[in-house]
């Protein structure tokens, strides 16, 4: 089962400044969860614990949980493997000089048939829009571009868990509809963390609210981000979309 499980996990950075405090949460096998707050809530630190890119060490406490799994330093390898995780950033995501080799990059790590490596990273890139993208020059591409092959360089990896941090935001609104079609059908558990409230709308069953780094509120999306006051109190907006609903609708 492909399940995510964060107990109160907290954590500070180099400068000794806490970016999260005693976060607890929890995606359930195919369920998408989106997580939203503020900038500086603390969203992209806590992506960046599910799947290990900030170490286990003395800086961080609680327990991050994979599939049933303490995620350790031992079990890393593993956990690379179950969990994608796109960056906010895709030029921390992007280092080879073509974009095959970059979709190719995590197949190949993670030691799948060399013979298909080919198709896969052709279905990757097929599946998010580029189509003989293959020979380019990663640097040469557009933001939206950028992610969108930052995107295939995991979908390639073909993981249990997607982890995603502001999908959407460098994409043109034909490019941020297809992506959002692409999310809402795959079968992998997904957690999103985004501005962009209408994509949560559409796609998350449920979310967390953070600011502060804690959570603020949690639960059923539409219940959450129609409650005007509790967005506006933590700096969001009640989307558009829901501008008619109320909270226990
Ligand atoms: P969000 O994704 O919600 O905007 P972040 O997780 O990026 O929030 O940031 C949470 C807090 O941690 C902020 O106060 C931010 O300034 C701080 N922070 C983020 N990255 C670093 C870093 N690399 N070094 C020091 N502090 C950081």
Do not use: W
């Not at 806490?18 to 707050?37: F, H, N, Q, R, T």
């Not at 907006?237 to 609708?249: A, D, F, I, N, V």
Request: charged share 20%.
């Amino acid at each position: 089962m492909n399940t995510l499980e964060v107990k109160g996990l907290s954590y500070a950075y180099p400068d000794g400044k806490p970016a999260l405090k005693g976060v607890s949460m929890y995606a359930g096998d195919g369920e998408c969860v989106g997580i939203v707050g503020p900038n500086g809530a603390g969203k992209s630190t806590l992506l960046l614990h599910l799947n290990g890119i900030l170490p286990a060490d003395d800086r961080r406490c609680g327990e991050v949980v994979v599939c049933g799994n303490l995620l350790a330093n031992a079990n890393l390898h593993e956990v690379h493997r179950t969990v994608g995780l796109l960056f906010q950033d895709p030029d921390d995501q992007l280092f080879c000089p073509t974009v095959r080799e970059d979709v190719a990059f995590g197949p190949e790590q993670f030691g799948f048939p060399p013979a298909e490596i080919d198709r896969i990273v052709r279905d990757a890139l097929h599946e998010v829009g580029l189509d003989g993208f293959e020979g380019r020059s990663p640097h040469h591409l557009s933001g939206g571009e950028k992610q969108r092959v930052c995107l295939a360089g995991i979908l390639a990896c073909n993981p249990g868990i997607l982890v995603l941090d502001e999908p959407t935001s460098d994409l043109d609104p034909r490019g941020r509809r297809d992506l959002s079609r692409l999310i809402g059908r795959l079968p992998a558990t997904r957690v999103i963390a985004s501005h962009d409230l209408e994509l949560v709308v559409d796609l998350c069953s449920r979310v967390y609210l953070m600011d502060g780094g804690e959570v603020v509120a949690s639960g059923p999306a539409l219940e959450i981000l129609s409650n005007e006051p509790l967005m506006l109190a933590h700096g969001l907006e009640k989307p558009h979309s829901l501008q008619h609903r109320h909270p226990h609708q």
